[in-house]
T-cell receptor, first 111, second 114 residues
Framework: NAGVTQTPKFQVLKTGQSMTLQCAQD?????MYWYRQDPGMGLRLIYY???????DKGEVPNGYNVSRLNKREFSLRLESAAPSQTSVYFC??????????FGSGTRLTVV | GQQLNQSPQSMFIQEGEDVSMNCTSS?????WLWYKQDPGEGPVLLIA???AGELTSNGRLTAQFGITRKDSFLNISASIPSDVGIYFC??????????????WGLGTSLGVNP
């Protein structure tokens, strides 16, 4: 059972480039979340999807878009990357319990 | 927005020592969760607490849901080198709704000297 799978694991972008971070879960969870983690800032919610077909903004949505493609997949897109978006990005999903299951992260550097 | 105050921010201890960390809030929560993040990985759920006063153990880990519903602590007994990592508390406020968005602490970084 893979849980939550994120791709890629590492990425370097130039300022202004675009890219999509992929996330898929195989636990049949309804809710999925995208977080970013920066030193000293903890985990900050970017976007979430309470169920298939719905998405909502979190604390720090500016510069990002998301797509809940189906129940399994929730992608995060950076349309024009900026150095301030250098971070570690985590996808998580939640089923019936309150606990989230996290992926292993995507380490993004924007130069 | 709501925040959780997690302390200490970091600590470095000798193998075999006990560790205590806590999380406080100015508002109440319905659920408290404790996660551990190993270097290079995502956070993993350690303990979930669902009612005030609840005391729950998971091996050498013990966590409690404060009676006021505004705090929680995590204790680790007889620490070992693999306890190294960042420990996060997270809370579910009463107004979370169906989205179940968690409020997170900033983490406690734990180092263990063998």
């Amino acid at each position: 059972n893979a849980g939550v799978t994120q791709t890629p694991k590492f990425q370097v972008l130039k300022t202004g480039q675009s890219m999509t971070l992929q996330c898929a879960q195989d636990m049949n969870h309804n809710s999925m979340y995208w977080y970013r983690q920066d030193p000293g800032m903890g985990l900050r919610l970017i976007y979430y999807s309470a169920s298939e077909g719905t998405t909502d903004k979190g604390e720090v949505p500016n510069g990002y878009n998301v797509s809940r493609l189906n129940k399994r997949e929730f992608s995060l897109r950076l349309e024009s990357a900026a150095p301030s978006q250098t971070s570690v990005y985590f996808c998580a999903s939640r089923g019936g319990s309150y606990g989230y299951t996290f992926g292993s992260g995507t380490r993004l550097t924007v130069v | 927005g709501q925040q959780l105050n997690q302390s200490p921010q970091s600590m470095f201890i000798q193998e075999g020592e006990d560790v205590s960390m806590n999380c406080t809030s100015s508002s109440i929560f319905n659920t408290w969760l404790w996660y551990k993040q190993d270097p290079g990985e995502g956070p993993v759920l350690l303990i979930a607490l669902y009612k005030a006063g609840e005391l729950t153990s998971n091996g050498r880990l013990t966590a409690q849901f404060g009676i006021t519903r505004k705090d929680s602590f995590l204790n680790i007994s007889a620490s070992i080198p693999s306890d190294v990592g960042i420990y996060f508390c997270a809370g579910l406020p009463p107004n979370a709704g169906n989205n179940r968005k968690l409020i997170w602490g900033l983490g406690t970084s734990l180092g263990v000297n063998p």
